[in-house]
T-cell receptor, first 114, second 112 residues
Framework: ETGVTQSPTHLIKTRGQQVTLRCSSQ?????VSWYQQALGQGPQFIFQ???????GRGNFPPRFSGLQFPNYSSELNVNALELDDSALYLC?????????????FGPGTRLTVL | QKEVEQDPGPLSVPEGAIVSLNCTYS??????FMWYRQYSRKGPELLMY????GNKEDGRFTAQVDKSSKYISLFIRDSQPSDSATYLC????????????FGKGTKLTVNP
């Protein structure tokens, strides 16, 4: 059984560009959440997808969007990049939306916006 | 006021010491409390998961939740150099698989 994987590991973009980050959930997991972790801060919830539908969103502007595919892999898209978008982007998957369940995090994608 | 407050440290202790890490929170809807460990350049890894108030022990780790004081703690006994990492508290109103609200993290170094 493989864990949560993310690609790419690192990415450098310039302000105004668009970026797509990818996540493969742990086998059998149907729920994926995305978090942004700025340097020296805890992760902040961006949004969650459950069975291909958005299920909750944090305090992030609409230029942050996502997709979950039938195989439960996921993408995070960020348009019109700003310098403050530089951060570690973490994907976390859960077996299901249950009160006893937990989230398993991937290693993250480090995005630098110049 | 931030929903979850955590002293970022850094905290440096000798090997074998007892370590105490703490978080306070303001949202009384939080029912599920977690501690994650994050090594440098890695994603967070779940250490402890508790529901509502009380204590939970797992090996050298003990998690305590006091909902009346809105205060949670993680104790590490007989700390090891391999425990050196950033420790993040996280909380949720709806469950461990739902939106998590994290503290800033406390950077711990255990010196041999």
């Amino acid at each position: 059984e493989t864990g949560v994987t993310q690609s790419p590991t690192h990415l450098i973009k310039t302000r105004g560009q668009q970026v797509t980050l990818r996540c493969s959930s742990q086998s059998g997991h149907n729920t994926v959440s995305w978090y942004q972790q700025a340097l020296g801060q805890g992760p902040q919830f961006i949004f969650q997808y459950y069975r291909e539908e958005e299920n909750g969103r944090g305090n992030f502007p609409p230029r942050f969007s996502g997709l979950q595919f039938p195989n439960y892999s996921s993408e995070l898209n960020v348009n019109a990049l700003e310098l403050d978008d530089s951060a570690l982007y973490l994907c976390a998957s859960s077996l299901d939306r249950g009160v006893g369940d937990t989230q398993y995090f991937g290693p993250g994608t480090r995005l630098t916006v110049l | 006021q931030k929903e979850v407050e955590q002293d970022p440290g850094p905290l440096s202790v000798p090997e074998g010491a007892i370590v105490s890490l703490n978080c306070t929170y303001s949202n009384s809807a939080f029912q599920y409390f977690m501690w994650y460990r994050q090594y440098s350049r890695k994603g967070p890894e779940l250490l402890m998961y508790t529901y509502s108030s009380g204590n939970k022990e797992d090996g050298r780790f003990t998690a305590q939740v006091d909902k009346s004081s809105k205060y949670i703690s993680l104790f590490i006994r007989d700390s090891q150099p391999s425990d050196s990492a950033t420790y993040l508290c996280a909380m949720s109103a709806q469950g461990g698989s739902e939106k998590l609200v994290f503290g800033k993290g406390t950077k711990l170094t255990v010196n041999p």
